[in-house]
């Protein structure tokens, strides 16, 4: 240790030399990142009538850059390898290397100079292309620090003059939401400072650890050796999973970008166990990290050696190669997995275990991009049933550019009403009668048409916007609830479906308690509808679906039947009521297999106490056998569709009013 500390001057100077050397490869990586985005802003601003003020900053953009790409591959003395000799050649080349980091410094203060003035194409962050400029500005100078890993000063100096021109800007604007904006830009800001800060910190002490590394190597040469395993060692544990022996999420992305950087045929293929948490929550922990073994040695054998494999984390996996290489196709590598995977287990049911399987072989511009694609299919498999795959196609292209564009759009459509909220009747007296209504979220997209429930609770999630979603929906129903009883209607109540990541991720009870108490609305008028995937986090979920429970709110069980659920989360779910799944229900008459399943549940229902609704009836021969099989409480478009608010409480007064049972044929 004593030669450590008297090297240290000499470590400092090789510190700085790798900080110059990893600023240098970051910058050659991020240029082009830089020129698109302002390539995009010219066009942007080309097309907003500012084409004139757009190319002269361009061109002064692209200037910067050429001067930034100059400086980084300019000679510079201090990254030839330092002089043992004498100390005036090793002080030379140290304040070479501290001088072009300067110079770096300078240079990323012009580049961000020139992106302060960004707002001149904008209007001062006023027109209608401002969110444009501003998703530009706050990705360019999140890129700038995430690249910026080994020198905080520059990304500090490129980063700081264009967010302060935003919060300028938007505090010159003036206004509530504005001068919000411009806190939370400065807050953005100085957040991104601190994490330049503490990544350069890191850096520098990789760094310093690396160099001590070979300053004791080379004092000591007999523990050369050792010291050669242990880096192996750290290098491999960096780039491997340590329970499976495979690649890990970071191995995984080396071995990926160096694929497709060779510009070859590409193919990932994203594996998920079906069913692993189960075995966790029955056998154990330890158990769960057998099967995964296991599983990663079945995906090592099935497998070509051409292909790369790794646990990207829990009990999901991924494979990449190059088609080029493997002569198999896609899709039967798959199946094969599959059948694998479902082979038989020592010392638990293999009938709890499958795997789903997503696959990409599409030419993708990135990484990201492949492995969204692949997540995209793997999400279609995983919703036909368990030990399938599917193919990313073009149908699934469009779903996923639908999505995308749902997310961009989804802010703006909550802000300017254009979703809504429908609402079908659930009956009871074996249907003759309304006994509840089911609210329903719609969205007529612009462009893509209705958009699908489980699509816009996946926007709202990639948006940022669950708890500004679920807020909307509560918010249409104590309305409606108030309605109902403006008009009467005391006894119905309005259910209202809460999906598993609104449950798991944002205080559900506070909320909808909140707002019952604020409009002086009794709790018992307010189902709360909840899917069987919401069994798999029984723990992240229980404590609010308790205390829903506890203040008086019904807990329905929606899709029951799907094959989440056992009788032990009925009860930690709260459930009051579960749903027999459409799938039961549709074709009812002609299936004896599935009138045997809804008889069980029926059964399953008067044993444990649970109201039995069956959803999905669209027939009158489905509706008369279910009467036959005395289901107390039914749904479907056969007895009501979905209506307006307006609609439905007009419906309702209209038929409260005749002397037969109440029977509401929705438009």
Not at 122 to 146: E, K
Not at 376 to 397: I, P, Q, S, V
Request: glycine share 8%.
């Amino acid at each position: 240790m004593r030669l450590v500390r008297s090297a240290g001057p000499h470590l400092d100077k090789l510190i700085r030399r790798d900080q110059l050397e990893s600023a240098r490869a970051s910058l050659q990586q991020s240029l082009p990142i830089n020129g698109l985005l302002g390539l995009a802003s010219f066009l942007v601003a080309l097309n907003s009538g500012h084409g004139p003020l757009g190319g002269m900053w361009f061109s002064a953009s692209i200037a910067v850059n050429l001067l930034r790409l100059g400086l980084s591959r300019a000679p510079c003395l201090g990254l030839a390898t330092l002089p043992e000799g004498a100390s005036s050649s090793r002080e030379m080349a140290a304040r070479s290397i501290d001088r072009h980091l300067q110079l770096a410094c300078l240079a990323a203060l012009l580049s961000g100079l020139v992106w302060a003035f960004l707002p001149v194409l904008c209007d001062g962050y006023t027109s209608a292309q401002t969110l444009f400029y501003l998703t530009v500005t706050c990705g360019i100078t999140a890129g700038a620090v995430t690249h910026g890993i080994s020198f905080a000063r520059i990304p500090v100096c490129f980063i700081t003059p264009p967010l302060l021109s935003v919060a300028g800007c938007l505090l010159a604007g003036g206004g509530f939401d504005r001068l919000c904006l411009a806190a939370t830009v400065l807050l953005y800001l100085a957040a991104l400072v601190r994490s330049a800060v503490a990544t350069e910190r890191n850096f520098r002490e990789t760094s310093r650890l690396k160099h001590e590394a070979t300053v004791l190597a080379e004092a000591r040469k007999a523990a050369h050796a050792s010291a050669s395993a242990l880096a192996e060692e750290m290098h491999q544990r960096a780039t491997h999973d340590g329970l499976t022996g495979l690649l890990n999420r970071a191995g995984f992305t080396q071995r990926a970008e160096a694929r497709m950087a060779t510009g070859g045929a590409v193919c990932l293929m994203l594996l998920d166990l079906d069913g692993f948490k189960l075995v966790n929550d029955v056998y154990g922990h330890t158990m769960g990290d057998r099967v995964l073994i296991e599983v990663a040695q079945r995906i090592r054998t099935t497998l070509p050696a051409e292909c790369d494999i790794a646990r990207l984390g829990g009990d999901e996996f991924a494979v990449v190669f190059d088609r080029t290489q493997v002569i198999e196709n896609p899709a039967a590598l798959a199946e094969r997995l599959i059948r694998a995977v479902a082979e038989p287990f020592d010392s638990f049911d293999a009938g709890r275990l499958g795997m789903s399987v997503g696959i990409c072989h599409r030419p993708a511009e990135s990484l990201t991009q492949l492995l969204s694609c692949a997540d995209e299919a793997l999400y279609a498999a995983k919703h036909t049933g368990r030990n399938h795959f599917r193919l990313f196609d073009e149908g699934l292209r469009k779903r996923l550019e639908m999505r995308r564009e749902c997310e961009r759009g989804l802010s703006q459509a909550l802000a300017e009403g254009a979703l809504k909220v429908w609402f079908q009747p659930i009956f009871g007296c074996g249907g003759r009668s309304a006994t509840s209504l089911e609210a329903l979220v719609r969205w007529h997209h612009p462009v893509h048409g209705w958009v699908s429930p489980p699509d816009l609770i996946a926007a709202a999630a990639m948006a940022g916007l669950t708890e500004s979603l679920l807020r909307f929906i509560l918010e249409q129903v104590c309305t409606m609830l108030c309605a109902l009883r403006s008009r009467g209607f005391h006894t119905l109540s309005v259910a209202m479906n809460v999906s598993p990541r609104e449950m798991a991720q944002i205080p559900v009870d506070e909320i909808i308690l909140g707002r019952l108490r604020a409009l002086g609305l009794p709790t018992t008028v307010l189902e709360i509808e909840i899917t069987e995937e919401t069994a798999l986090d029984i723990e992240a979920v229980q404590g609010k679906l308790l205390a829903l429970s506890r203040a008086g709110i019904r807990v329905a069980l929606d899709d029951f039947g799907n094959g989440y659920s056992s009788l032990a989360s009925l009860r930690q779910l709260r459930a009051d009521r579960v749903k027999i799944d459409r799938s039961l229900v549709t074709g009812l008459t002609e299936a004896e297999d599935k009138r045997e399943l809804v008889q069980a549940v029926l059964g399953l229902g008067r044993a444990l106490d649970l109201e039995v609704v069956a959803e999905g009836i669209e027939t009158a021969d489905d509706l008369a056998t279910l009467q036959a099989m005395g289901c107390p409480f039914m749904q479907g478009f056969h007895l009501g569709r979905p209506q307006p608010a307006d609609d439905i409480l007009d419906s309702l007064e209209t038929l409260s009013d005749r002397p037969d049972p109440v029977r509401l044929r929705g438009a």
